[in-house]
């Protein structure tokens, strides 16, 4: 995961609070991936950028979700207002991007969300 | 949609024994098998993929066996040891999507 870092590894929010969750790519990628993990649902793939465009946001839960990629090496995802049915941890991944690598998603550590 | 299932949910196995990790898909396009080992704190990492022209894929103690027809692929791990104790994911990718879709996960203790 050392090519993906998220921040903050660690929040703890009230409900109604806003929540933005942030991934840096150390090499720019053109296709970067947002997932939530939890108990009961696993990994769900919530959102993925190609080229810096959002391709497919149909895993977003609700409009309280909202992800932006502005460059290649940058990319957030945003909760607002947070509930505690958010809580979960939150991975960005990056594809690469040739050969057999383009099908390989680096993962960051992830960013651990607690929603009171 | 669960498009990837994923069994069983957890699985407790001595060490050197075998564990066995099933996945069954619906969607037939899907062309990438991958499968992820995940270590508390950590965030999930490539442990071994396979293509649907090929029947098993084999690295090291870890294989793959993929049945195209009944749309399952399995993990096997030989000689299994406590550093296995990990949850394990298998996923499923189609190449025109791009979307890669995760099992719901196995957590594995192998008990020394």
């Known amino acids: 995961d050392a090519g993906v870092i998220q921040s903050p590894r660690h929040e703890v929010t009230e409900m109604g609070q806003e929540v933005t969750l942030r991934c840096k790519l150390i090499?720019?990628?053109?296709?970067l991936f947002w997932y939530r993990q939890t108990m009961m649902r696993g990994l769900e793939l919530l959102i993925y950028?190609?080229?810096?465009?959002?391709?497919?946001d149909s895993g977003m839960p609700e409009d309280r979700f909202s992800a932006k990629m502005p460059n290649a090496s940058f990319s957030t995802l945003k909760i607002q207002p947070s509930e505690p049915r958010d809580s979960a941890v939150y991975f960005c991944?990056?594809?690469?991007?040739?050969?057999?690598?383009?099908?390989?998603?680096?993962f960051g550590a992830g960013s651990r969300l607690t929603v009171l | 949609q669960q498009q990837v299932k994923q069994s069983p949910q957890s699985l407790i196995v001595q060490k050197g024994g075998i564990s066995i990790i099933n996945c069954a898909y619906e969607?037939?396009?899907?062309?990438?098998f991958p499968w992820y080992q995940q270590f508390p704190g950590k965030g999930p990492a490539l442990l071994i993929a396979?293509?649907?022209?090929?029947s098993e894929k084999k690295e090291g103690r870890f294989t793959i066996s993929f049945n195209k027809s009944a749309k399952q692929f399995s993990l096997h791990i030989m000689d299994s040891q406590p550093g296995d104790s990990a949850t394990y994911f298998c996923?499923?990718?189609?190449?025109?999507?791009?979307?890669?879709?995760f099992g719901q996960g196995t957590t594995l203790q192998v008990k020394p």
């Open positions: 991944a990056m594809r690469g991007t040739r050969g057999s690598g383009a099908n390989v998603l680096t």
């Open positions: 090499s720019g990628h053109n296709s």
């Open positions: 950028f190609n080229n810096n465009v959002p391709i497919d």
């Open positions: 969607n037939t396009a899907f062309d990438y």
């Open positions: 396979i293509r649907p022209d090929v």
């Open positions: 996923a499923a990718l189609s190449s025109n999507t791009g979307k890669l879709i």
